[in-house]
């Protein structure tokens, strides 16, 4: 049986393949992916109406004022208490994006679309030789697209198969001739064998360690340690707020494992985070970033989001504290020695925002005060009265390696004026070009954001 580790010294497992019985775990999850209403059905109970009234409180917001450039910075300072407002049911209304609809860009950026009509887009990623990798997740694939022309790809096909719920990709060993595609599906780390070019998997998928599953988060995003050493696994709660100590369901969930290559020596490399649901690596210098999903029900604006870095070994509140020593009333006068080590994120994000695939820029099409910011894609709220998120966010670094706490709005547009949603963004990466192309499980499309003076001078 598993350990959870919280905060200690030494954080490691036993030393041997992780390998979890699914009975354990109970049944699968259903997929959870809005799915558009047939025409002349009602919204979800509970949704309530875009209310035409003054903006929130800053530094919080809604949809409403959302727009590309838009800064914000939440701090600890700003933080209301547990149930200042009551817990909203306000699932999103998904439409078809109607004809005048379109995602909106900041000045001189715009945005055209890149492919449609796919199952699920979720994260994507770029092969070092720039062929582009998409998991469907609904149709349990990996989809692969190559070239561009006039801003859309030249030639799709479906790379692997058969796959479940699969959602993280990632190439290894890093450089240019990698030999191998790992996929984190819902319930195990896989891999393929791969060359440079390939437009299909060379063999059946190679399963290398199994995962916690079941209820609750099911998304697994994965990453590769700088040095090439470690693979790094998000494995989000399988709950909202449930005790570790007595759900055994909850057991090596909401946490940021770690293993060998191989698939050997599994080890919690950081824990008490929600749904870790994007994990990077900054490529300048190496250090482990991860956007979280926190928990619901506490009100309109707890617990913020987050986009952080990651501290081997740290430990970030989930389930009974949260932004620091602020404990969850839920979980009153539990575990008293974690108030003062829980961590405090880099980045706070509205909360319910759903925060999920993360990029650090390092493309060369965008002006240079972009170079090595964060883009993040915010998936909707579902438990706040006005919805917010729904966009793609930008946290500017300004030529460091620190995030200050702000970000501001960078694609917007996703919902319409009365609530009503169109698109939801998932992944976000940059093409061979230096764009940024945006996952959409909303409208099953993927979008490319160009800068329009780039996009001038391209052959």
């Known amino acids: 049986m598993f350990r959870r580790v919280r905060c200690t010294t030494d954080h490691r497992l036993q030393p041997r393949r992780l390998t979890v019985l699914r009975q354990a775990w109970g049944a699968a999850a259903s997929l959870c992916i809005a799915v558009a209403p047939a025409a002349g059905t009602t919204p979800p109970a509970g949704a309530a109406p875009a209310p035409a009234g003054v903006a929130p409180a800053a530094p919080f917001t809604d949809f409403r004022f959302e727009a590309p450039g838009n800064s914000r910075k939440i701090t600890v300072a700003d933080l209301p208490p547990p149930f200042a407002t009551p817990s909203a049911g306000n699932g999103p209304s998904l439409v078809p994006r109607p004809p005048d609809a379109w995602p909106k860009a900041p000045p001189g950026f715009r945005v055209n679309l890149y492919a449609s009509g796919l199952s699920t887009p979720r994260v994507i990623h770029v092969a070092p030789n720039g062929d582009v990798f998409v998991a469907e997740s609904a149709a349990g694939q990996i989809r692969l697209f190559r070239g561009m022309e006039d801003g859309k790809p030249k030639f799709s096909t479906v790379f692997a198969g058969h796959l479940n719920r699969p959602y993280g990709i990632a190439f290894y060993p890093a450089g240019p001739d990698p030999r191998w595609v790992y996929v984190g599906d819902t319930d195990a780390v896989v ?74 020596h599994p080890r919690v490399f950081a824990s008490g985070i ?17 956007t ?20 081997e070994g740290g430990f970030y509140g989930w389930p009974w504290w949260y932004i620091g020593a602020h404990q ?21 994000l509205q909360p319910h925002n759903a925060s999920l695939q993360m990029l650090f820029y390092e493309g ?38 620190q995030a200050s706490g702000e970000y501001e709005d960078f694609v917007t547009g996703f919902v319409l004026p009365n609530g009503d949603v169109w698109g939801r963004p998932v992944g976000v990466t940059a093409a061979p070009d230096g764009s940024l192309l945006i996952t959409d499980d909303g409208s099953n499309s993927i979008w490319r954001v160009s800068h329009v003076e780039a996009d001038a001078r391209s052959p």
Not at 208 to 220: E, N, S
Not at 292 to 298: K, Q, T
Not at 328 to 348: A, I, N, S
């Open 191 to 264: 891999r393929f064998a791969y060359r440079s070019g390939s437009l299909k998997a060379a063999g059946p998928a190679e399963r290398l360690a199994d995962l916690p599953h079941g209820q609750g988060h099911w998304t697994r995003d994965l990453a590769f340690s700088q040095d090439g050493k470690t693979l790094f696994v998000a494995v989000g709660s399988g709950s909202n707020v449930d005790d570790p100590d007595t759900h055994p369901g909850e057991t090596m969930r909401a946490n940021i494992l770690a293993f060998d290559p191989d698939g050997a």
């Open 274 to 290: 929600r749904n870790p649901s994007g994990i990077a690596v900054d490529p300048r210098t190496g250090t482990l970033w991860c």
């Open 292 to 311: 979280v999903n926190e928990r619901d029900g506490l009100g309109d604006n707890l617990v913020p989001d987050y986009i952080t870095s990651v501290r």
């Open 328 to 348: 969850d009333p839920r979980h009153e006068g539990k575990h008293p020695e974690l108030r003062d080590t829980t961590l405090v994120p880099d980045v706070l």
């Open 364 to 401: 060369s099409q965008f002006p240079r005060i972009y170079s090595g910011d964060i883009f993040a894609a915010e998936h909707g709220s579902w438990n706040k009265a006005v919805r917010a998120g729904y966009e793609v966010i930008r946290i500017p670094r300004h030529q460091t390696d």
